[in-house]
């Protein structure tokens, strides 16, 4: 999952920067935006064995189909960033008949940074009442975006549906819940910080081994560890912290990321950036060991 928030950072941070690029061109959405996604998804982008590009079908040409088992299981339609691919039912009603036409179960539109993914045909059902996932990865949070994009992958997608009706339900009990009890409690159910051997920054001496990472900020809020070690602990915080971040501020904690990740660290150097990190961002770190 680290892997795909630090493409998912990577795609935001070109749509930013390229923004007019991407508008005007649509083959730069496919090539910059979009198949970096997919690779990440662990698709093989030039194989034609699981990408097949310009598919024909009855009424048109998919941009894009992907093959599991020499069996298509989604098209993919790719439209420019000037089209706002969650409000255009027009353009996504045109990918639907291309599914139905040749019997794909599942489409998805998207113009790199807003993803619509709808389920082709159901009976007694509306177009609005197949669409299983919206994505925007400008304006949802990061964790939110990655998981629902991770539904997307080469070994999940047969089960996207599933996926996707978890999901809501898990939605909708957790904003029922929050009617009755504090938002903290139930994140603190859920990520379970709390245990015996949950420990805060301030009780650790650097030698214990991390299983799992969590950072109070506003509420406790599970981060995924790159690697169950110290190291992993400080690279973790740092790719969340970048995502809060401010556009200059991102940048020079990624460099700073990238610097780290690549040079050996002490344990006490680990430590040392970790007690700077809490008191500069006025967050607190706690551990799972």
């Not at 993803?115 to 400008?138: G, H, P």
């Not at 690279?235 to 040079?263: C, M, T």
């Amino acid at each position: 999952m680290l892997k795909l928030q630090e493409t998912i950072i990577s795609v935001t941070r070109k749509v930013r920067e390229h923004r007019l690029l991407y508008e005007k061109n649509e083959e730069a959405v496919k090539q910059h935006l979009i198949g970096e996604i997919f690779r990440t998804l662990g698709w093989d982008w030039e194989n034609p064995r699981e990408v097949r590009p310009e598919e024909r079908t009855e009424d048109g040409r998919a941009d894009y189909a992907l093959v599991l088992e020499d069996k298509v299981v989604a098209y993919v339609e790719a439209k420019n960033l000037g089209i706002n691919v969650l409000k255009n039912e027009r353009a996504l009603r045109q990918l639907a008949r291309y599914c139905f036409s040749r019997g794909v179960k599942y489409g998805i539109i998207t113009n790199g940074a807003q993803w619509k993914i709808v389920k082709a045909f159901e009976e007694n059902s509306t177009l609005e009442d197949r669409i299983l996932l919206r994505i925007d990865l400008l304006n949802e949070p990061l964790e939110r975006v990655a998981l629902k994009l991770s539904f997307l992958s080469k070994n999940k997608i047969t089960r996207l549906e599933d996926y996707s009706l978890y999901l809501k339900a898990f939605t909708w009990g957790f904003e029922n819940l929050k009617k009755s009890y504090p938002k903290d409690i139930l994140i603190l159910y859920l990520a379970g910080p709390t245990k015996s051997n949950f420990l805060l920054l301030d009780h650790l001496d650097g030698s214990e081994v991390p299983r799992g990472l969590y950072v109070y900020d506003n509420g406790w809020k599970g981060v995924p560890l790159i690697e169950k070690n110290l190291k992993g602990v400080l690279l973790s915080l740092l790719l969340y912290l970048a995502e809060k971040a401010s556009e200059k501020e991102r940048n020079e904690i990624l460099v700073a990321y990238k610097q780290l990740r690549n040079i050996p660290l002490t344990r006490d150097k680990i430590m040392h950036l970790l007690r700077e990190l809490e008191k500069e961002k006025g967050v607190k770190i706690g551990l799972e060991i």
